[in-house]
């Protein structure tokens, strides 16, 4: 991510022990999102969240943070939904969450059948959470949609998820690559345009990245554009670079701070060669297929000029 652009990063952590090795080894801004499930453990979701918090409030570090990620509506239980939300708001935290991010998914919470719920019931999963609408509207249900909240994927909207998110001011997190890879639908960003859902981009892992000839899968915000730009014709460059930088941002409580040069500002940039007309730089910054040239973060070279 940092060879190729980024400054800060939103990551999903399912091994908190690793994070003050990992957080010193970087100079990338993260926040550091730890996975709650819950499902197989049958541990209470009390003692999930408190375990969660306690890690928290034991890593202390001046360039980056942990927050909460309950990991989906299909594996954690409402109650721990619910009390990651009130806790979240208690402290004024993020909360990040993958949501209806399969047809599977959707099929469980709106109809209460299909692959997916018949295989977590098997597994003694109480599913009397299911068949009263859609994933989104679960979340609703259980208070944990705000401003405070990303919800990763969004693949499948249900008539009325649009301007719930919106209502709710719920930052949607689209991963055009993963998207791409699972075949999903088509990702409905023009609906969660009009209704005014703060939409951004990220990379979901490189488990989910194509794999083309013998080059290594890497995680890259301009492959993302890209994708979403093929994907989608009707969304014009600068919207997809916005996407990718003043509403990750945004999403992040960093807006005004992180993905643009402004008084105030985190002094973040990155450098690309450019030798066209000023008409088409958003075109060429979607289009971009190397490494930077040179990158910083507050201030300080990253990836020194050359």
């Known amino acids: 991510l940092l060879k190729t652009g980024t400054t800060t990063v939103a990551d999903i952590e399912a091994m908190p022990d690793l994070l003050p090795e990992a957080w010193d080894a970087t100079p990338l801004r993260v926040f550091s999102f730890l996975e709650m499930t819950g499902i197989k ?5 009390k003692d999930i969240l408190h375990e969660a918090m306690d890690k928290i409030d ?24 619910r009390l990651t939300a009130r806790s ?45 609408g859609s994933p989104v509207a679960h979340l609703a249900r259980q208070k944990l949609l705000g401003e405070n909240v990303l919800a990763i994927h969004v693949n499948y909207l249900a008539r009325g998820d649009a301007s719930l998110l919106a209502k709710n001011k719920t930052h949607v997190v689209h991963c055009p690559r993963s998207h791409d890879y ?5 990702f409905e960003r023009a609906r969660l345009a009009r209704a005014g859902v703060n939409i951004c981009l990220g990379t979901d892992s490189l488990a989910t990245m ?50 643009e040069l402004s008084k105030n500002s985190f002094a ?16 060429a910054i979607i289009n971009h297929k190397a490494n930077v040239s040179a990158s910083m973060i507050e201030g300080r070279w990253v990836i020194p000029p050359h």
């Not at 034991?58 to 942990?66: E, F, V």
Request: glycine fraction near 6%.
């Open 41 to 45: 453990s049958r541990r209470r979701p």
């Open 88 to 132: 979240a708001q208690k402290r004024k935290w993020r909360v990040s969450i993958h949501v209806a991010e399969s047809a599977q998914e959707f099929e469980m919470f709106k109809t209460a059948g299909g692959p997916m719920h018949d295989w977590l019931k098997r597994n003694e999963r109480d599913s009397s959470d299911c068949g009263l």
């Open 182 to 186: 699972f075949r999903h639908t088509p």
């Open 268 to 283: 973040d940039l990155i450098a690309l060669p450019f030798a066209g007309k000023i008409s088409g730089v958003h075109e």
């Open 210 to 259: 194509r794999k083309s000839g013998r080059q290594k899968p890497e995680l890259d915000m301009f492959a993302e554009m890209r994708t979403l730009a093929d994907a989608d014709k009707e969304v014009s460059p600068i919207e997809i670079l916005q996407m990718a930088t003043v509403n990750g941002a945004r999403a992040l409580g960093l807006a005004g701070k992180a993905g």
């Open 58 to 81: 034991s890593l202390r570090h001046p360039r980056h943070r942990a927050l909460l990620s309950p990991h989906a509506p299909y594996s954690t239980v409402p109650e721990l939904l």
